[in-house]
């Protein structure tokens, strides 16, 4: 399963990890689901003609993130931790 196009990208990356998941989820749906408004709530993002131009705008990304190579960082870098507290979860009403 998945795209083709996304196999340009390291599979550690999580973008790919991450467009595979998708896609593969999605046509997992499709492939089980004959009814369109059923399939459209099961993956829950939208309209079948949504999740079609979704699928079109990251195809025409994938390229553009292999330029980029936003999974790599640059030789000399470093993150500062900034650690904070802990948020309390809100209370349920």
């Known amino acids: ?35 369109p408004a059923a399939a459209e709530a099961a993956i829950g993002a939208g309209q079948l003609e949504e999740l079609i131009e979704q699928a079109k705008d990251e195809l025409s990304l994938i ?3 292999a330029e980029w190579k936003p999974w790599e960082t640059p030789e000399g870098h470093t993150v500062d931790m900034v650690w904070e507290e802990e948020v309390p979860e809100p209370e349920a009403k």
């Open 63 to 65: 390229p553009k993130m």
């Open 1 to 35: 399963g998945g795209w083709q196009e996304v196999k340009v990208i390291p599979e550690g990356a999580m973008y790919r990890q991450v467009v595979e998941a998708t896609a593969n989820h999605r046509l997992g749906v499709l492939d089980a689901e004959a009814d």
